[in-house]
């Protein structure tokens, strides 16, 4: 299947830094891209929908001046947290749609912030 | 009541034995059903994939479907360790929705041997 590469795997990072996670697509395009967030022993929970080319889509009650997100290239999504605080330690996840219907995820990001 | 219901578990088996995973829903819209297999600390990985009501299978992997009932179900033959993860439903509606699932909260899987 197609592979989307999301890198780094975990990151930790004092309270009031900023960190970016990136999200590629290695062999196929994204004009769309979509970042998760994943608390312990939950769901998925969709936070935005990246666009190439153009901003981003938050879903209800996500910061988007907290969690910037950038689509800058077919293959390419960033998400960064700004400011970063100690709740906002979680798995981040990217994903893409692939073939029409499916959608292929990232390896997922571990945030600590201390 | 949620739009998808997964029981969390942990669901505990030997080695070999026939796995059932269940999740049912309640969005008529959803047309695309999807099971999807986590590891600790790593992102889904696409098991199986269906958009009609019936079977499914793929090597030791069925799904079944049944939209009456809204109820999807993955089969785990001969069951194997390495089988242990969390199991993720998910399902979307035809559209754009189409590429945004609409996921379970998952089942852990433990199969010892």
């Known amino acids: 299947g197609a592979v989307v590469s999301q890198h780094p795997s975990r990151v930790i990072c004092k309270s009031g830094t900023s960190v970016k996670i990136e999200c590629r697509s290695l062999?196929?395009?994204?004009?769309?891209m979509f970042w998760y967030r994943q608390f312990p022993k939950k769901s998925l929970m969709l936070m935005a929908t990246?666009?190439?080319?153009?901003?981003?889509?938050?879903e209800q009650g996500v910061e988007k001046d907290k969690f910037l997100i950038n689509h800058a290239s077919l293959t390419l999504s960033t998400l960064t947290v700004t400011s970063a605080h100690p709740e906002d330690s979680s798995f981040y996840i990217c994903?893409?749609?692939?073939?029409?219907?499916?959608?292929?995820f990232g390896q997922g990001t571990r945030l600590t912030v201390v | 009541q949620k739009e998808v219901e997964q029981d969390p578990g942990p669901l505990s088996v030997p080695e070999g034995a026939i796995v059932s995973l269940n999740c049912t829903y309640s969005?008529?819209?959803?047309?695309?059903f999807m099971w999807y297999r986590q590891y600790s600390r790593k992102g889904p990985e696409l098991l199986m994939y269906t958009y009609s009501s019936g079977n499914k299978e793929d090597g030791r992997f069925t799904a079944q479907v049944d939209k009456s009932s809204k109820y999807i179900s993955l089969f785990i033959r001969d069951s194997q360790p390495s089988d242990s993860a969390t199991y993720l439903c998910a399902m979307s509606a035809p559209g754009r929705g189409s590429y945004i699932p609409t996921f379970g909260r998952g089942t852990s899987l433990i199969v010892h041997p």
């Open positions: 062999d196929f395009q994204a004009t769309t």
């Open positions: 969005n008529s819209a959803f047309q695309y």
């Open positions: 994903s893409a749609p692939f073939g029409g219907t499916e959608a292929f």
């Open positions: 990246s666009n190439e080319g153009s901003k981003a889509t938050y």
